[in-house]
């Protein structure tokens, strides 16, 4: 069953084939599909264009998934906005802290499109 999902996401992923392979499965599913390559331009587009979730890599140039994760949960226009961290870091500990930078789900690469899109239906439901 395919699962229609409407809303604007922030994806922010510095590799290039990740970041397409996301934002297809995004779209294919319904959303509008914001993309940044840096957590810097995610801030940036997050202050600009309010999306209702944020799905972010951790490992990137500059700042973290984690600090981006803080920076956004610190700020009054973003602390509300759900975010699913998407990551290949699939310890425990990487999974807790994640969560404790203010993270609403936790998602490990590689993932299937149903995966995806469940852990942002999940974030999306509980926030509106």
């Not at 803080?70 to 226009?77: D, G, I, M, N």
């Amino acid at each position: 069953m395919q699962t229609t999902l409407t809303g604007t996401i922030l994806v922010v992923e510095d590799t290039p084939s990740e970041m397409e392979l996301m934002v297809h499965y995004l779209r294919d599913s319904g959303c509008t599909v914001i993309s940044a390559a840096t957590a810097q331009e995610a801030l940036d587009k997050a202050a600009q264009h309010h999306p209702d979730v944020i799905v972010t890599d951790v490992v990137m140039p500059g700042m973290s998934g984690f600090e981006l994760c803080r920076s956004l949960k610190k700020q009054s226009e973003t602390a509300h906005v759900p975010i699913v961290i998407c990551t290949s870091k699939n310890q425990d500990i990487d999974r807790l802290w994640g969560m404790r930078q203010g993270a609403d789900a936790y998602l490990t690469k590689p993932y299937t499109r149903d995966q995806l899109i469940q852990a942002v239906t999940a974030v999306m439901r509980v926030n509106r």
